[in-house]
């Protein structure tokens, strides 16, 4: 019984992460005034199941030998990986109101 609480509690923890990044992609491409939104938007129940349950990795070692990689192909979906990324404390949240911005680091 404890086992099906707690995956309850995590598929609910996982649903909100899945929010907080639609947030985020919504308030870049305002922000930018430009972009796509259903590419990103589509892909962010996936982007969160992978870093927030599945992918080996660490924000704070980022060149863990062990780390699983992903590889990101369809390119208007950049904000959803920028979000993630973010959220995961990979890269400063701040940076997300700079996308597609002359000089932006993303």
Do not use: N
């Not at 930018?32 to 939104?37: F, I, K, L, Q, R």
């Not at 129940?45 to 070692?61: G, N, P, Q």
């Amino acid at each position: 019984m404890a086992a099906a609480a707690e995956k309850t509690a995590d598929i609910a923890q996982l649903k909100e992460q899945a929010r907080r990044l639609r947030v985020k992609i919504v308030k870049m491409l305002a922000e930018s005034g430009s972009g796509h939104t259903g590419g990103s938007l589509s892909a962010a129940d996936m982007v969160t199941a992978l870093y927030f349950y599945k992918m080996r990795h660490r924000a704070d070692e980022p060149k863990w030998p062990d780390r699983d990689r992903f590889i990101l192909s369809k390119g208007h979906a950049a904000p959803v990986l920028y979000a993630a990324l973010a959220l995961a404390g990979y890269i400063d949240r701040s940076l997300l109101g700079s996308l597609r911005k002359v000089g932006c680091p993303l």
